[in-house]
C-alpha cells in the first residue's frame, strides 16, 4: 500500500488534516504484474508522506512480511523512478486479508502522522474492485473519499476470476472476516504470531475491531464525525 499525505496541519484533531493514502496489497500482485502494480502504487505518490503498506508472512519466506520484501523491490529497482518516496515510505506488517488490508492501513497511518487519512486509494488487481468495496462500507468509509485504482491484471485472468467470484461471495456474507473460515485463512496466513498493536494508538477503535457483523457497525468512528 502506498501512502500520500497531501499537507501537513499542526494543532488539527485526527482526520481533519487533507492526508491521502494509496493502498497496493502485496498478495495482489505476481511477477511481472506485481512490477506494474508497485509502479501503479508509488507513482501517484508524489505529497509529504506516502507509505508502502501491506502485510502477510508466509513460513517458507522467513518472518520477512511481504509488506518488507516489496519495500526491499522498490528499493533495488530505485523506487520506480521516485526515489524521493524512500525517506517517507513506511510499511504494514499485519494485514491478513481484505478487510484488515483496508483497517490496518488506516491504523498504520495514524500510528506514523497522528492524523487518520481523508482519501483512501487503493491499487490492485483491476478485477477485485467489487471485492474491495465490502471492507469500505465495512468500516463506513465514505465512497466521494475512496478511489479504487485497477492496475492490471494476470494472465490467467478467467481462471481467477472463478475464484474472485468465491471470494466476493464471502466478502458480502462476513464482511468482517469473523467467521471460522476467515478466521483460519488470517491464522494460516500468520505462521510466526505476530501480534497488532493498533489499539494502543486507535483505542477509538476498539467497537469496530471486534464487532463481528455480518450487520453493519452502527457505533462512532473518528472518520465519521
Known sequence: MVVREDARRSGIPPCASSRRISTAPARETRGRTRYAGRTAGIAPAVSPIRASLCGCSRADAGPRSEAQSCYGIAGHLGWFGHPE????????????????????????????????????????????EERFDFPRRAILWSAHRFTYVGANNPPDLAQAMDAEARNRTACGADPYSSSPASRAKRDARNPFRRTPGYLLQCPELTGLMAHEGPELYSGALPWRS
Open 85 to 128: 518516496v524512500r525517506d517517507s515510505a513506511i510499511t504494514e506488517e499485519f494485514s491478513r486479508d481484505s478487510y484488515l488490508d483496508l483497517l490496518y492501513s488506516i491504523c498504520r497511518v495514524r500510528e506514523f502522522t497522528g492524523f487518520y487519512p481523508r482519501h483512501v486509494s487503493l491499487v490492485s488487481w483491476g478485477f477485485k
